[in-house]
């Protein structure tokens, strides 16, 4: 093709409805289209070069290739969809026609892919495959997209390209073609090599990107504009197909159109009536008239508490009110608001309510949701724990309602002095209190702001007749203070601990230590004069929800029974992952218990906590260290050695792994999940023979 045919095509790209409707609005898709087309591109310049061995430059050519793809495997996976067969077809042309000097310059361009690529993959590639699943089978399935068992399936963009492209950008092309690319093979005959070259490359580029995009069971419009910039130098070379004479105004006028389209579908002008002939189903109007109030939103919240981070449960999922936008104005708003998507499943419902302080719903349409989220809606609108804080009407003239937890988890006072360190005040706790079960209990602390900030306190409530206590350990104001940290501040926790089951009876005094997390100072502090009797014949009194810390540390002590357990963890673990929306709870635990630790190292109560928490920070180091040791107190334990093993294959280390399972496949034999590990680590070393025996027995 030409560089005239080229110049248009670029042009053309500014007028693609696909291209112009997506880069009004913030998707992964575009970028991808764009990597995406510069990889094609670096693959047709090596591809001309590899042609002509007195090139040098197509060394450079290569390299920029394993370049530009490893970018695009940054971006999104899915550029895959669109190189494997334009990478694959090279690659058995090479090997073919046995120029090996061109193959090197294409595995020295893949491995720069890889070295660009590999890190980020090596560190997320567990992440990558458990949400595989949910971002094609699940949102297929929720979508209601066709299966590919259905003639549906395979003509779904065949039917929407259309509209990616207007009616006259591909009309007038085809008849263009249809005229005068017979008159012209007519008269040539047939085609030159090049130019059946040029036909086969774009070819093997659209066919296998439709081929593979419609083998993806998730489909949606957008998912295939990497094909746009390639089909518009197929549009150009049609309107280049017309003869001198009339060339030039069928281009204008075809780029004029466009350019008028583009603005009617654009902006609400009353073009309407051209557009639903010409260019339908992509119109993309800004809001017109009174913005949408997310500003307002996060203001009102900051203003309530402009000492603490919040998150904001968002129960609507429409494309305008949904968490991902309020996190984006919370961002802006010195991240100091963070938009989630709560009340997701029916039996969290409760527990989502007791967590969170501010919850946002609406009326009209609530837009992608899942089936519990009417319950929650209910639940917060109608629920005494609530107050209606503010509404706003929106464009549609629905109302948007911001609701406000009445008894917060915590609340910050500004204080006139700054004390240098941190005092505990208050503590108020039930007298007599039954074990089992979480116990409201009040802390109030006082200090210097930036103290407050980084303070983890570690609390024991000690037995005075035995040696049995219990832990309270958290981050100040649940590790939730931000801002105006010069101030003297007062802190005041409305929370709940958890007595364990096999407390015995009797008083107990509490114990407190700060703990600073940036300096690792640390220091006693006093407290109140008070105990607490555990009766088992006490009533247990209303309570709000456990802290994360609390939490976390009592799910992780299920570890040691394995796979009976490991549901049941990661189900919670991913609902109170919610709840801290920077995960700071995990960094709590870690400190508080590597502390603990140091002064009492065998205690597998805490080592799995601990083994737990620098798992979910994809601490992988961290993780193997206490896994170690888990495995040297916990020795008879298989899972211990299947836990160590797992770790080390999320770090690539099979050999490590295979010998942990040695150990945990001899303790017990008839563990599926040995035998699954095994294979995996078998693979992983190339062991495929072993790794087939492993992954397909049925042990």
Same mark, same amino acid.
């Given at each position: 093709?030409?560089?005239?045919?080229?110049?248009?095509?670029?042009?053309?790209?500014?007028?693609?409805?696909?291209?112009?409707?997506?880069?009004?609005?913030?998707?992964?898709?575009?970028?991808?289209?764009?990597?995406?087309?510069?990889?094609?591109?670096?693959?047709?310049?090596?591809?001309?070069?590899?042609?002509? =061995?007195?090139?040098?430059?197509?060394?450079?050519?290569?390299?920029?290739?394993?370049?530009?793809?490893?970018?695009?495997?940054?971006?999104?996976?899915?550029?895959?969809?669109?190189?494997?067969?334009? &990478?694959?077809?090279?690659?058995?042309?090479?090997?073919?026609?046995?120029?090996?000097?061109?193959?090197?310059?294409?595995?020295?361009?893949?491995?720069?892919?890889?070295?660009?690529?590999?890190?980020? /993959?090596?560190?997320?590639?567990?992440?990558?495959?458990?949400?595989?699943?949910?971002?094609?089978?699940?949102?297929?399935?929720?979508?209601?997209?066709?299966?590919?068992?259905?003639?549906?399936?395979?003509?779904y963009y065949g039917k929407v390209l259309p509209y990616l492209l207007s009616w006259h950008l591909l009309l007038i092309p085809f008849v263009c073609f249809l005229i005068y690319g017979t008159q012209w093979l007519i008269k040539h005959q047939r085609f030159d090599e090049?130019?059946?070259?040029?036909?086969?490359?774009?070819?093997?580029?659209? &066919?296998?990107?439709?081929?593979?995009?419609?083998?993806?069971?998730?489909?949606?419009?957008?998912?295939?504009?990497?094909?746009?910039?390639?089909?518009?130098?197929?549009?150009?070379?049609?309107?280049?197909?017309?003869?001198?004479?009339?060339?030039?105004?069928?281009?204008?006028?075809?780029?004029?159109?466009?350019?008028?389209?583009?603005?009617?579908?654009?902006?609400?002008?009353?073009?309407?009536?051209?557009?639903?002939?010409?260019?339908?189903?992509?119109?993309? /109007?800004?809001?017109?008239?009174?913005?949408?109030?997310?500003?307002?939103?996060?203001?009102?919240?900051?203003?309530?508490?402009?000492?603490?981070?919040?998150?904001?449960?968002?129960?609507?999922?429409?494309?305008?009110?949904?968490?991902?936008?309020?996190?984006?104005?919370?961002?802006?708003?010195?991240?100091?608001?963070?938009?989630?998507?709560?009340?997701?499943?029916?039996?969290?419902?409760?527990?989502?309510?007791?967590?969170?302080?501010?919850?946002?719903?609406?009326?009209?349409?609530?837009?992608?949701?899942?089936?519990?989220?009417?319950? &929650?809606?209910?639940?917060? =609108?109608?629920?005494?724990?609530?107050?209606?804080?503010?509404?706003?009407?929106?464009?549609?003239?629905?109302?948007?309602?911001?609701?406000?937890?009445?008894?917060?988890?915590?609340?910050?006072?500004?204080? =006139?002095?700054?004390?240098?360190?941190?005092?505990?005040?208050?503590?108020?706790?039930?007298?007599?209190i039954p074990k089992g079960v979480p116990i409201p209990v009040d802390y109030t602390w006082e200090g210097n702001g930036e103290a407050l900030q980084q303070g983890i306190v570690l609390l024991t409530w000690e037995g005075t007749e035995t040696d049995h206590f219990w832990?309270?350990?958290?981050?100040?104001?649940?590790?939730?203070?931000?801002?105006?940290?010069?101030?003297?501040?007062?802190?005041?926790?409305?929370?709940?601990?958890?007595?364990?089951?096999?407390?015995?009876?009797?008083? /107990?005094?509490?114990?407190?230590?700060?703990?600073?997390?940036?300096?690792?100072?640390?220091?006693?502090?006093?407290?109140?004069?008070?105990?607490?009797?555990?009766?088992?014949?006490?009533?247990?009194?209303?309570?709000?929800?456990?802290?994360?810390?609390?939490?976390?540390?009592?799910?992780?002590?299920?570890?040691?029974?394995?796979?009976?357990?490991?549901?049941?963890?990661?189900?919670?673990?991913?609902?109170?992952?919610?709840?801290?929306?920077?995960?700071?709870?995990?960094?709590?635990?870690?400190?508080?218990?590597?502390?603990?630790?140091?002064?009492? =190292?065998?205690?597998?109560?805490?080592?799995?906590?601990?083994?737990?928490?620098?798992?979910?920070?994809?601490?992988?180091?961290?993780?193997?260290?206490?896994?170690?040791?888990?495995?040297?107190?916990?020795?008879?334990?298989?899972?211990?050695?299947?836990?160590?093993?797992?770790?080390?294959?999320?770090?690539?280390?099979?050999?490590?792994?295979?010998?942990?399972?040695?150990?945990?496949?001899?303790?017990?034999?008839?563990?599926?999940?040995?035998?699954?590990?095994?294979?995996?680590?078998?693979?992983?070393?190339?062991?495929? &023979?072993?790794?087939?025996?492993?992954?397909?027995?049925?042990?």
């Amino acid at each position: 093709m030409s560089p005239p045919v080229g110049l248009l095509a670029a042009a053309l790209c500014q007028l693609l409805p696909g291209l112009y409707r997506y880069r009004t609005e913030f998707v992964l898709d575009y970028p991808v289209t764009a990597i995406v087309t510069f990889s094609f591109f670096s693959l047709t310049l090596w591809k001309q070069s590899a042609c002509d =061995e007195t090139k040098p430059e197509r060394w450079l050519w290569g390299v920029l290739v394993g370049f530009a793809i490893g970018l695009g495997l940054m971006i999104k996976q899915t550029v895959v969809l669109f190189l494997f067969f334009p &990478i694959l077809w090279l690659f058995l042309i090479t090997i073919r026609k046995r120029k090996w000097e061109n193959l090197i310059q294409f595995l020295i361009g893949l491995l720069t892919a890889l070295l660009i690529a590999f890190p980020w /993959y090596k560190t997320n590639w567990l992440l990558i495959l458990t949400s595989g699943k949910r971002a094609t089978v699940d949102s297929a399935i929720a979508e209601g997209d066709p299966a590919l068992n259905t003639l549906d399936a395979w003509l779904y963009y065949g039917k929407v390209l259309p509209y990616l492209l207007s009616w006259h950008l591909l009309l007038i092309p085809f008849v263009c073609f249809l005229i005068y690319g017979t008159q012209w093979l007519i008269k040539h005959q047939r085609f030159d090599e090049k130019s059946m070259q040029t036909v086969r490359w774009l070819g093997i580029f659209l &066919i296998g990107g439709y081929f593979l995009s419609s083998l993806n069971l998730n489909k949606d419009a957008r998912y295939i504009l990497p094909l746009l910039p390639v089909l518009s130098l197929i549009i150009a070379q049609g309107l280049f197909f017309v003869s001198r004479k009339w060339r030039f105004p069928l281009i204008a006028s075809t780029l004029g159109l466009g350019f008028v389209l583009m603005i009617l579908n654009l902006f609400p002008l009353n073009g309407d009536w051209i557009t639903e002939i010409l260019s339908p189903r992509v119109q993309h /109007y800004p809001v017109m008239g009174k913005a949408y109030p997310h500003q307002d939103v996060v203001a009102e919240m900051v203003e309530t508490s402009p000492y603490l981070r919040h998150t904001l449960g968002v129960l609507p999922s429409t494309p305008t009110i949904n968490q991902h936008n309020f996190s984006f104005y919370g961002a802006q708003a010195n991240f100091q608001v963070y938009g989630r998507q709560v009340g997701v499943e029916e039996s969290n419902i409760e527990q989502d309510a007791r967590s969170l302080r501010w919850f946002i719903t609406k009326t009209g349409e609530q837009g992608s949701i899942p089936s519990a989220q009417k319950l &929650i809606t209910e639940r917060i =609108e109608t629920g005494n724990d609530f107050s209606l804080r503010n509404t706003w009407t929106l464009p549609d003239q629905s109302l948007l309602k911001l609701y406000q937890q009445k008894q917060p988890t915590v609340t910050v006072i500004p204080i =006139e002095n700054s004390p240098s360190t941190v005092h505990l005040t208050r503590v108020e706790v039930p007298e007599r209190i039954p074990k089992g079960v979480p116990i409201p209990v009040d802390y109030t602390w006082e200090g210097n702001g930036e103290a407050l900030q980084q303070g983890i306190v570690l609390l024991t409530w000690e037995g005075t007749e035995t040696d049995h206590f219990w832990l309270h350990d958290h981050g100040i104001a649940m590790g939730g203070l931000v801002n105006h940290l010069e101030s003297g501040l007062k802190v005041e926790e409305n929370t709940a601990m958890l007595i364990p089951p096999d407390t015995p009876k009797g008083n /107990y005094t509490l114990r407190a230590r700060y703990l600073n997390r940036e300096t690792g100072e640390t220091y006693p502090l006093e407290t109140p004069s008070l105990s607490v009797t555990v009766d088992t014949n006490a009533t247990a009194p209303p309570a709000p929800e456990l802290d994360l810390v609390t939490q976390l540390r009592t799910a992780a002590v299920t570890l040691p029974e394995g796979e009976s357990a490991l549901e049941d963890i990661f189900a919670q673990t991913g609902r109170i992952n919610q709840y801290d929306p920077i995960q700071d709870y995990l960094q709590q635990s870690e400190i508080a218990l590597k502390y603990r630790l140091q002064m009492q =190292e065998e205690r597998l109560d805490w080592l799995y906590p601990l083994a737990l928490s620098e798992v979910l920070q994809q601490d992988a180091d961290g993780a193997i260290a206490q896994f170690k040791k888990i495995t040297e107190l916990d020795s008879e334990n298989p899972y211990a050695y299947a836990y160590l093993a797992f770790v080390h294959l999320y770090l690539w280390q099979p050999h490590a792994a295979e010998t942990a399972l040695n150990t945990a496949l001899q303790l017990n034999p008839n563990l599926d999940i040995l035998h699954t590990l095994d294979g995996v680590a078998a693979l992983m070393q190339g062991n495929l &023979i072993k790794a087939y025996q492993k992954l397909t027995s049925d042990q």
